[in-house]
Structures are given as C-alpha cells and as structure tokens.
C-alpha cells in the first residue's frame, strides 16, 4: 500500500471544503495539482475519506500492541480497552518503534529547550535580512509574545436563554436581557469571590412585560422581545416587541409608557443625547420619533422609493436598513431606499439632506462625536465615511465579502470592522479630511467561520467577535495599535490582530446573537441555550 504526495494533498483539500474552510482550501489548490485529481477521482473517493484513513491508521497502531512479535496475541488487558485510543498516543508509540531521522553537520539545531531559547532567538535574528531594522525584530518578538498569552475567559454567571442584551451604561452591576418570549429582565448583579474564583450572583431581577399579541409577520400568538435600548443616563430603557409596541421602564422595572403605533418588529431604538426624544425603526421601513415625557409621535418617516428617487420601480419588501443614529440632539440619520442615507431633523418632516454612495440595505452606523464623522455600512460590503455636509463620503473601504454585522469607532482616526465573511479587519481613515488616505491596518480571518456579532469595550482596547459556531475571541487593540505607533507597519504589509482571549460555548449548534461589554466583563446572548457573562 502506498500513497503520494499529490494523492494526499488531494484529500487534504477535499478535508478542508468539507470543513468549511474555503480559504485555506484556495491557498493549497493554487499551489498543487488537486483540480486534476478532482477531475478524475471525485466520484470516486467519498466525504470524510481523511479522517476515515487516520482513524483506520490508529486502530492499526493499536492493533498492534495485542500482537507479540512472534505474532502470538498477547493475553487480553480489559483496562487497556476501556482506554480512549487517541491519535497522540498512535503517534508516540510510532515514534518510539521507529525514530525519527536526526539531522548531522552544520544544519542541525541542538538543545531546542528553554535554556538555551536566548541563543536560538540571536541565531534567527543574525539571519533577518537588511531591510528589516533591529526594531522591527524586537517588535515581531514582542508580537509573539503577545499572542501566546492569550486565555481562556471563565464564566461568572449563567443567563437565562436571551435574543439581546445590554448593559447599563452607568451602573456597572445592572444588565438588561431580552428573553425569546415577551419579557425582558432587569438583573442587579453582586460580585463575590469563593476559592480564589469571582463569581457574580443574582441580587434582584425586575420583569419588563409585554403581552401576548398576534405577531404581524408569523401570524402566530406571540411577541418576542426584538430589541432594547438604554438611556445615556441609565435612568430608563425602552424595549420592543415583534408586534411593533414599544414601552419605557425606569430602572427599577416600574412602567413609565407605553408607545403603539409600530405594527411590525422593532429593530432599532435609540436615544439622543439628551435623553428626551428616541427614535424607532421597524420591518417595514417605518422610523418614529417620539416624545419620551409625553409619549407623542413627534415624526413619522416613510422612505419611498418612487418618492425619493421618483420612479415607481419600488419593491415594497426591501429592507432600507437596521440601524439608526443621531449625529446631534436634534439631528439624526435613517436609511433609506437604494443604499441612500437621510438626514432629517426633529423640526423638518422632510430630510434636509442625502448621502449617497451605498448600494444596498445600511447594517451599521456610527457616529463619532468628537471628529463628527459618521460611519456607515451597507451590504454591498463596503463602508464609508462622511463628513459634515458633504453628501459624498470622504472614504470608502472594500475588503469585506458579506455583510457587515459590527462597525466601530476604536479612536478618532481607526474603525474596526466584522462580517459574516469570518474576518475582522481594522481600518485607518487619515487625519486630514481632504486626503483619500484610508487604507486597511490589520486584520484577522478566524478559521472562516461567519461572525453574527461584534462589541467594542467601554476602554476601547478590546473588540469581541462572536461568532456563528458559538465561539467568542477577543481581539486586543491596545497591543496593535501599540505595535502600529511603533513604526510597525511596512509599505503594503497588513499586520494581524492580536488575540488576548476566546471562549466556547458548550453546544456547537449555538450561535452568538449578541455581545455587551461592560468594563472587563462581558455579556453574551446564543442562538438556542443560555447565556453567559464571561471575565
């Protein structure tokens, strides 16, 4: 029995296609023959064929111990199968029946321990070429060292199965949950230490309520909570149902009002910088601003295409966009028909401006309010910047190959990106306006798996991903952007984003659906079972 070369490079391939790793796969069909293999063995050779084999060379290395090499079976040990025979053991057994070859003459590396890792590391850095300085190999060992320290987040608290959640964002120990039926929860945390380990413990909870209704879009009886929004002063919080009715609670859960005029989901609430108006976005396109003291609907938006853009083309089941903001106490931007982004003011029932550039329905916004720059994300996957005035943006960043599902300001000059394309990538938007110098600093592409969700930290040093196999990385931007400050950054080198912690959830059929940070602590809200808060 012999294999190729060739041959298993081919299974390797079909290895990674299976598994979804769809970029690394291009990388090895580039640089090999598998397509001619593919060609001709496809039918042939079935899924999983790989690990079929390496299963198959376990079993025969264990096989092995029961045979005495005068080919007599050795007497049955009952304990040594009740033993998980793992691939680890196959090989250090095989390693020990046959040796591996040692390399002799000047090419041989000896003593490869800790003791002597000192003269390894001045041995590779006599060999770095002349174009790289001596700092730039201290920074590249700095880099190493970074990433190796990054851990595993502990779980401090088990949430109940929720759909979003935030904190709030003044009392550090109060976090609100939405719940797959029609409450929310207000929980009161309180941190205590047991064997060394911080552990947070439930205080008090308070119930936000919404009833029971026939959902607009299911026709089913129920109202899921969709979505729910603080106030800056963390006095109140509004929430949303899928039957489009809105309610604001204060803090102590106690029910303030009640606002019914939405009739389909609520997808996005929020507040403006006085904590006097919000304004509300649903399904089918409807923005609503309204009154917080009253509860009176101060505007009401309905982007039409025909309207706009003065054609009658309209398709009525486009989704302008899910996301709003406020660039001003009185001023804030909605999306519109065609990937357009309107500027409307509390006083003006007709936008007062429009900026134009995307073509597709608007993921993210986000406004920095020190630079007033806005930021903005579409799915045509691209993001754009837009100043002032100006209806056209000043940047625009390509890269990304699927939705956007997080945008995020990291300082005046950087937003850091994720998609559903499995990569994070930060961005560099220039310090002088007039100067198209945008490009892409660093990014990270972990194992191609789809990111659903994305949170920066209240400090801004750390960015979480969450992603759809259930699996949380936090990403550490303090490192990078020292790195960055460093001179780190070559001509046409993208660096990576250093990674300081991940956590996994237990059922590998979870998807993340939501991230909160909350100074090192952060939330997280899954697909199906409970959530965590994980430190």
């Known amino acids: 029995m012999s294999i190729t070369s060739e041959e298993l490079n081919y299974l390797i391939w079909r290895y990674l296609q299976e598994t979804g790793n769809e970029l690394s796969a291009l990388a090895l069909q580039e640089e090999t023959r598998v397509l001619e293999f593919e060609k001709n063995y496809k039918e042939n050779i079935p899924v999983g064929t790989l ?38 053991q196959a090989l250090q057994i095989d390693k020990e029946k046959y040796p591996a070859l040692v390399s002799k003459g000047r090419f041989e590396l000896e003593k490869l321990g800790r003791e002597d890792s000192n003269e390894l590391e001045s041995t590779e850095s006599a060999g770095v070429s002349a174009d790289h300085t001596e700092s730039d190999v201290r920074m590249d060992q700095d880099h190493d060292e970074e990433e ?18 935030q904190w709030n964002p003044v009392s550090s120990n109060i976090l609100a949950i939405g719940e797959h039926d029609s409450t929310a929860k207000l929980i009161e945390l309180e941190t ?88 509300s976005t649903d399904a089918d396109n409807i923005t609503i601003l309204w009154d917080v003291n009253s509860g009176v609907v101060l505007q009401h938006f309905e982007s039409k295409a025909n309207q706009i853009n003065g054609n009658n083309n309209n398709n009525s089941n486009q989704m302008f966009g899910v996301d709003t903001v406020w660039v001003d106490t009185d001023k804030f931007v909605i999306p519109g028909p065609g990937g357009n982004l309107l500027v409307y003011t509390m006083s003006d029932s007709r936008p007062i401006g ?25 799915d045509d996957n691209t993001i754009r910047v837009w100043h002032g005035g100006n209806g056209n943006s000043i940047h625009c960043f390509y890269g990304h190959t699927q939705t956007i599902v997080s945008l995020k300001w990291v300082n005046n000059d950087m937003l850091i990106s994720a998609s559903m394309d499995g990569s994070v990538k930060l961005w560099d938007c220039g310090k002088k306006l007039q100067e198209i110098t945008g490009n892409l600093i660093a990014e990270t592409i972990v194992d191609g798996v789809p990111i659903f969700a994305g949170a920066i930290s209240d400090d801004r040093e750390r960015y979480a991903a969450g992603f759809m196999d259930g699996q949380v990385t936090v990403f550490n931007l303090a490192a990078l952007l020292k790195r960055y400050s460093k001179g780190k950054k070559h001509k046409n080198h993208v660096m990576s984003i250093p990674i300081c912690g991940d956590f996994q959830s237990a059922h590998s059929d979870d998807s993340v659906f939501d991230l909160s940070w909350k100074e090192d602590r952060l939330a997280i809200a899954y697909s199906i079972n409970e959530g965590a808060i994980v430190q």
Do not use: M
């Open 148 to 165: 190796v320290f990054a851990k595993t987040l502990n779980e401090i608290f088990k949430l109940g199965k929720a759909v979003c959640l």
């Open 354 to 378: 429009k900026l134009v550039g995307h073509r597709g329905t608007i993921s993210q916004l986000e406004f920095n309010s020190e630079t007033k720059l806005l930021a903005s994300a579409a």
């Open 192 to 279: 205590t230490t047991t064997d060394d380990q911080i552990k947070l413990i439930e205080k008090t909870t308070h119930e936000l309520r919404h009833p029971f209704a026939t959902s607009a879009t299911t026709g089913k009886i129920t109202n899921q909570l969709t979505c729910l929004s603080w106030a800056h002063d963390g006095d109140s919080i509004a929430t949303g149902v899928e039957n489009g009715e809105l309610r604001l609670w204060n803090k102590e859960g106690k029910l303030q009002n009640v606002f019914n005029f939405h009739k389909s989901p609520i997808i996005a609430i929020h507040w403006n910088s006085s904590n006097t108006h919000f304004i």
């Open 51 to 88: 690990v079929n084999l390496v299963q198959r060379g376990i079993l025969y290395t264990e096989s092995e111990l029961l045979v005495h090499p005068n080919g007599k079976v050795k007497p049955i040990d009952e304990n040594h199968f009740s033993e998980n025979f793992n691939l680890v």
